[in-house]
């Protein structure tokens, strides 16, 4: 089966290994190069550099719906195209081209989450189960019916990063499943149904953390935003990005009274770092912080490094 790969970031590395080893991969796609780094230098996404040692063809065309691509794409002749965060709809010509249809690997329990961030809105919303969809692609934005599907619990102190990580691997193999079963003929597309909720990019604005929501709430923020694209918050006028942050438990000495600002710092624990007021009267203690400019470092070592002082106020 002649297959053509379509994704960019990480998360879709795995799948292209998964499939080069069991099917003929006649063309990988992937978005153009991009200035990276203080320098500013052209860096390649990591599904062309694995398509590279792989030694598969490359396609990076600036714009999918471009007549030479959308022949060159025929040429191929795919059986199939499976796509995996490629990051751009894929038009129509494109996707009546192979004989099989168009996939896509979507790294959640369709219709639950579609859109941009489907991995950290579970997180976000205190979920204890995500999972992993393909399926048949149409014209909408992830709406297309569902091939197959894996449930996958969170684990408790998982970070949007890790459970992305994991869905990788976890997804590479429902796609290559999902590959065998239609060119086998054995799957049968199912409408999608339930509650869809669509899931929007990050603003700059909106990484910022919202010290009146309570306790749970932030550590969710937080960790579901850590490595890629980080939460923050603003300590001294200058920029502070959150890592792991932690519910302080009920019963706390330092638990905050009734005249407590959310935001505020109203303590520490000795070797983790300082405590924070958030809404509800609940708190949260600051294990893993980076400031401007600096790399990441615990609570503790910030604390120490820092004249932070008891009442002060972050946000």
Known sequence: MRIVYMGTPSFAVPSLIKLAEQFEVVGVVTQPDKPKGRGHKLAAPPVKEAAQKLGLPIWQPPKIRNAEFLAQ????????????????????????????????????????????????????????????????????????????????????????????????VLGADLLVETAVGLEAGTLKAVPQSGEANYTKPFKREELIVDWSRSAEEVVNFVRALYREPEAGTVHAGQPLKLGRVLKVEDGWQGEPSGQTRPGQVIGAIKGQGFVVATGGGGAVVLRLVKPAGKGWMDGAAYLAGRSLQIGEQLG
């Open 73 to 168: 794409m025929q040429d191929l002749q795919p059986d199939l195209i499976l796509v995996a965060a490629y990051s751009k709809l894929i038009p129509p010509d494109l996707l009546q081209l192979p004989r099989l249809g168009c996939v896509n690997l979507h790294p959640s329990l369709l219709p639950r989450y579609r859109g941009a961030i489907p991995v950290q809105a579970p997180i976000m919303a205190g979920e204890v189960m995500t999972g992993i969809s393909t399926f048949l692609m149409d014209e909408g934005y992830d709406t297309g019916p569902l091939l197959c599907q894996r449930q996958v619990p969170i684990e408790p102190q998982e970070s949007g990063t890790e459970l992305m990580e994991r869905l990788a």
